[in-house]
C-alpha cells in the first residue's frame, strides 16, 4: 500500500461503506479499514431502514462490501487503524501490524462505543430485548410488559414515548419531582424506585427485573440509557475538536453542513458525529461526506 490514497476511511459501517461507495463511483483513489466492531451487530436486525428492514447488521455490511467490488478505485482492508497524522502531502495513518498508508483526505467513520448500565444480564440480552432506541427495537417488543431503566427528565421522556408501543410501561427511577410523577401518571407509566439487582431471561429473551431486595416484576424488554463514546484516540490525535457533551454522547466530533471537521482535510460521519445514532443516518452522513471529500479534492485541482 505505498501509493497515496485520495481518502482513507476508517470504518466500515453504515456510514464508512456507504462513503466508500460515493468515492468509488466517483473514481477516487479509496481505502477502507475496517476493524470489524460495528456496534450493532449483536441486534436481532436493522429496523425501520427501507429496503433492509429487520435484515441482521452483518448481512447489510456483507452486501455493502460485495457491492464495492465493482469498483477497482476501492480497497478493503480488515484491520485497525492505530494512528493517524498531518503530513507533508495530507496524513500518514498507521495500520495495525506496522503498516503505514499515506492520504490526502480522512474521513471518519468507526463509529461509537456504547455504554450501558452494568447491571447483571444486560450484556446477553443487548440488541434484542434490552436495547436503546425505541425506533430501531420498540415493534419487536410491541404490547410486552416493558420497561425503561434511566434516571431524571431522560427517564421521564424514554417511558412516556415507550408508551407508543406499550399499554404497560414501568419507569424504574427514583429521585423523581412531583411535576415529572405528575406526567409520568397523565401518560399511564408507572415508576418503581426499588434499585435493580439483575435481570432474568429464558432463550435469550428478557423475562423479569429482579431487584436488591428478591423480588422481580416480569418483563419482556427492557429500554436503557445510554452514552457514546469514541472507540479510540484517532480523533483527538489529529486534533478535531468535539461538540458539547449532551445526555446521549459524551464525545461527538464537531462537524460543520459539509462533514469537515475543524481540521482542514478530515471529515467525519455516522455515529461519531451524529446526535441520534441510527443506521439510516448513518447511510446518508457517509452519502454527504464522501460527496463533500470529492468536491474538497476536485477544488485543489483546479
Known sequence: MSEIWECVVIGGGAAGLSAALVLGRARRRTLVVDA???SNLAAHGIGGLLG?????????YARGRRELTRYPAVRVHDGEVVSAAPSEDGFTVGLAGGQTVRTRRILLAMG???EYPQVPGIAELWGNS???CPFCHG???????LAVLAAGERG??????LRRWSDDVVLLAADLTDDQRMRLAGAA???DERPVAELRSADRELTSVVFEDGTDIARGGLLVATTLHQRASLATELGVGFAPPNPVTAESIAIDAMYQTTVPG????GDVSAQMPQVAAAIAAGSGAAASVVASISEEEK
Open 130 to 132: 434490552v436495547f436503546h
Open 36 to 38: 470489524g466492531q460495528q
Open 112 to 114: 461509537m462505543r456504547y
Open 156 to 161: 421521564v421522556h424514554m417511558a412516556t414515548l
Open 139 to 145: 415493534w419487536e417488543v410491541r404490547d410486552r410488559p
Open 52 to 60: 433492509f428492514d429487520g435484515v441482521p447488521p452483518a448481512e447489510l
Open 189 to 191: 407509566v408507572d415508576v
Open 266 to 269: 478530515v471529515f467525519a460521519a
